[in-house]
Nanobody, 120 residues
Framework: QVQVAESGGGLVSAGGSLRLSCAASGNTFNINVMAWYRQPPGKERELVAS???????NYADSVKGRFTISRDNAKNTVYLQMASLKPEDTAVYYC??????????????WGQGTQVTVSS
């Protein structure tokens, strides 16, 4: 089992910045993709940014140029630096960890979520 814990959410004014952190612990062998998702009030959960062990990244169009994902593979930690925040970035942000077990099996783990609120 892998435990996933986020931190760093909070209340910020529009135009401000926040940094989210997520640490995976437990049986953390073969962790592949680490990512951030978010779920705005009344909406579906959506991908914000992802990063492979090799460093390849993917961003939602809505956050490109404003958010930066990074990770420390040795610490099994992923970060999301958010800048130029907008009220529409308000959401619960979830950390996602993908663990490769075999060609026919992967495990997916989620954190409990951290609230980010951007005031106008």
């Amino acid at each position: 089992q892998v435990q996933v814990a986020e931190s760093g959410g909070g209340l910020v004014s529009a135009g401000g910045s926040l940094r989210l952190s997520c640490a995976a612990s437990g049986n953390t062998f073969n962790i592949n993709v680490m990512a951030w998702y978010r779920q705005p009030p009344g909406k579906e959960r959506e991908l914000v940014a992802s990063m492979t062990t090799g460093g390849s990244t993917n961003y939602a169009d809505s956050v490109k140029g404003r958010f930066t994902i990074s990770r420390d593979n040795a610490k099994n930690t992923v970060y999301l630096q958010m800048a130029s925040l907008k009220p529409e970035d308000t959401a619960v942000y979830y950390c996602y960890v993908n663990q490769w077990i075999a060609s026919w099996r992967q495990n997916d783990y989620w954190g409990q979520g951290t609230q980010v609120t951007v005031s106008s």
